[in-house]
């Protein structure tokens, strides 16, 4: 059964960076796409940035300019670098495989 790990969530100022990571065990990496969603209090998950097998990437307009998703097929892991931290940003992060979703990293964004 695939599994979905994230991790590198936390407190962090207005402005400052955060990098989350998110493994995948017992699944097909390399060729999927892989995607980071978020989810705010009372508010409809969205989508973050995705990455394709061939490292083609699309952001969410909110985080454009912001952050940068990446991924290393070596260690079934895909990150998301994120920059320039804005209080709206604060959300449970998801990771997403084709098959299943992580557990969520909680994001607070707050001086």
């Known amino acids: 059964q695939v599994q979905v790990v994230e991790s590198g969530g936390g407190l962090v100022q207005p402005g400052g960076s955060l990098r989350l990571s998110c493994v995948v065990f017992?699944?097909?990496?390399?060729?999927?796409?892989m995607g980071w969603y978020r989810q705010a209090p009372g508010k409809q998950r969205e989508l973050v940035a995705t990455?394709?097998?061939?490292?083609?990437?699309n952001y969410g307009d909110s985080v454009k300019g912001r952050f940068t998703i990446s991924r290393d097929n070596a260690k079934n892991t895909v990150y998301l670098q994120m920059n320039s931290l804005k209080i709206e940003d604060t959300a449970v992060y998801y990771c997403?495989?084709?098959?299943?979703w992580g557990q969520g990293t909680q994001v607070t964004v707050s001086s």
């Open positions: 997403k495989h084709p098959t299943t």
């Open positions: 017992r699944g097909i990496f390399s060729a999927y796409t």
């Open positions: 990455i394709s097998p061939v490292r083609n990437t």
